[in-house]
């Protein structure tokens, strides 16, 4: 069996699009976590250092200031949310596009309706369920994979330029991805293989700054942070009979606090380490909807319950979507007597 199902045929194929392609469109899905930041920096970075393409991030929304520094200087970025018309101008000259770290084209919401009406050829390299292989002409796709980042590094490593030595790396690409797999495994606690220790081995010996790297990630937050996180432990976070902690972040809350895009990122994770707790939801208060962050410990399937009751999905621990009101729930205050009832339901 080839590595991550990363076979010879699916390398000529793709190898074939980028030989054949001037401007290459490099896309992640809606509110870019680390590893959507890594993977397609470390896209852009390789077809440009190593390809001498005009690649370009396009994402559709700007990355949050605590993992923007993710994205190097030397690779151009458009954002829908401050940029949209030359979001879309660019992806209307790409004659390839490439999606990352997301499984269709629906997790980039504002840009879904310009994708699907685009014309070019289209690759998709994703470790999340149910790939939407129809709108691809080359997909690399499987769910037993620390990251799209780890993912693309194996890519990589076949394509010209890197002829499977990772020193063969543009110095910003080999940070990114080291960086996109380290957030996805929350530094090397969750979905590790032993190819992801290889890569990290490998970068490392290439030079990466995995010290730099982890205090820009860890140690580098507002006061802020801190605070709303201790907070929200100890004052919001409720344990259901079966199992379920969950933490209502309210935007009443999140202002009080101050708290900006990204700055609760981990929080979801913390509830698990209680024994009893099977599953661990947090849910952010946002625009006629709560945005939905799941966690689960192995046998309960954060995926299913996503896909449920939160018009979502991901991965089986780690998943999320999107509460909405009114639909879902009449108003944000119902939303406790719901995660009541999907606890009694689905933990029972
Ligand atoms: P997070 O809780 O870190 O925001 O998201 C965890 C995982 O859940 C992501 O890696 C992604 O796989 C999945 N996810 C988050 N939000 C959504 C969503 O709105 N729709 C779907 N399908 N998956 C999501
Ligand atoms: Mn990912």
Redesign the pocket.
């Known amino acids: 069996m080839e590595l991550y199902g990363i076979t010879q045929e699916l390398v000529q194929s793709l190898e074939a699009l980028f030989e054949r392609a001037a401007s290459v469109t490099v896309a992640a899905?809606?509110?870019p976590?680390g590893?959507a930041l890594g993977s397609v920096s470390g896209l852009v970075s390789y077809l440009r250092e190593r390809r001498g393409k005009d690649a370009v991030a396009v994402l559709p929304d700007s990355p949050a200031s605590t993992v923007s520094f993710i994205v190097p200087n030397s690779v151009p970025l458009l954002c829908f949310d401050t940029d949209p018309e030359a979001c879309l101008e660019r992806i209307a000259e790409s004659d390839l596009v490439v999606l990352l770290?997301a499984?269709g084209f629906?997790?980039t919401e504002g840009l879904q309706e310009a994708f699907e009406a685009s014309p070019v050829p289209k690759v998709l390299i994703d470790h999340?369920v149910g790939p939407d292989r129809n709108r691809f002409q080359v997909v690399f796709s499987t769910e037993d994979v620390s990251s799209a980042s780890e993912l693309l590094y194996y890519i990589l490593l076949r394509l010209k330029g890197i002829d499977g030595d990772a020193h063969n790396l543009p110095i910003d690409a080999a940070n990114a991805l080291l960086t996109g797999m380290t957030t996805?495994t929350n530094n090397f606690a969750n979905s590790v293989y032993p190819a992801t220790f290889e890569m990290a081995s490998q970068l490392l010996d290439a030079g990466v700054e995995r010290d730099e790297i982890l205090s820009r990630l860890y140690n580098n937050y507002r006061e802020n942070r801190v605070r709303v996180m201790g907070y929200l432990q100890s004052e919001a976070m409720r344990i259901t009979p079966e199992g379920l902690a969950y933490i209502i972040a309210t935007r009443d809350i999140l202002d009080r606090f101050g708290v900006n895009e990204g700055e609760t990122?981990g929080l979801?994770n913390i509830p698990l380490s209680i024994d009893r707790v099977r599953m661990s939801i947090?849910l952010k208060q946002d625009k006629g909807h709560f945005?939905?962050?799941?966690?689960s410990k192995k046998k309960t399937s954060?995926r299913e319950a996503?896909?449920k009751y939160?018009?979502?999905?991901?991965?089986e621990n780690?998943?999320?979507?999107?509460l909405w009101y009114p639909g879902d729930i009449d108003t944000p205050e119902d939303a406790a007597a719901y995660l009541e009832k999907v606890s009694r339901e689905f933990l029972k």
């Open positions: 899905h809606s509110h976590d590893d770290d499984n629906s997790r999340h996805d990122e979801v947090l945005r939905v962050s799941i966690r954060a996503a896909e939160f018009n979502g999905g991901g991965h780690a998943s999320g979507g999107k």
